[in-house]
């Protein structure tokens, strides 16, 4: 059950990066999404979407790492 709901914990950010790539692909195809009404807000909304769910991703997979001592001494809590 543990292992389950860290998948779907990991599948929401997976999921928004997922989004925010395709927000930025059809902003550089110029083919507005109808939620949005310009097309310098769509491009605005899918970096943010994309930051966010790699960060969290990033966080998640330094933080594994750390607590297995699987990090070189740069990135090892002090």
């Known amino acids: 059950m543990a292992r389950f709901l860290a998948f779907v914990v990991l599948l929401i950010p997976i999921l928004a990066t997922a989004g925010g790539i395709k927000l930025i692909r059809d902003t550089l195809f110029s083919k507005l999404v109808s939620p949005f009404p310009f097309i310098w807000l769509q491009l605005l909304v899918g970096?943010?979407?994309?930051?966010?769910?790699?960060?969290?991703?990033?966080?998640f997979l330094l933080n594994r790492d750390r607590k297995q001592g699987k990090v070189s001494p740069r990135f090892a809590k002090k």
């Open 47 to 59: 970096v943010i979407l994309f930051l966010a769910g790699f960060l969290f991703l990033a966080g």
